[in-house]
């Protein structure tokens, strides 16, 4: 393997660390302007394929991370703190590959994390996602409430009307 130079061993190096080659790029000394195109262009070189891959075996930690980001998930989620424990469960997304087959997911697993997700973003916000995701169920319903406010209305002026008429 040929040899590469300081800023293509930086950029791999913070590569390994946060997965994300535009950050990489920034952090190895590209310029911001060009961070994106050289993070892609660099990935796509087989030399630094190659040596992503020696790094990612390199790396030895004395912390089961797994189990220390899933703690953080549970404190997260226990407490309220919605976007901390998205964060935990997309992290542990990434260590863990990504790769899980839908196959192996059952409706009542899918459901149980769509439910410890709820908890942790909790019900106002829960209920603004609804509202976002299902737009016309939420104005249906505007609508039904000001058309139950217009009837009350009208149903108490007629009346008032009526007593104003009787005297």
Known sequence: MSQLNDKQEQFCQNYVLSRNATKAAKAAGYSESSAYNQGHRLLQEERIQERLKELTNEMVTNVDVVSEIEKQYE?????????TALKALELLSRVRGNNTDVEDQTTESLEEDIKGIMQALGFEQCFLLFAEAFPDEFDNEEEDDELLLTEELSSTTDTEAGSYDNS
């Open 75 to 83: 404190v997260a989620r226990n407490g309220g703190h919605g976007t």
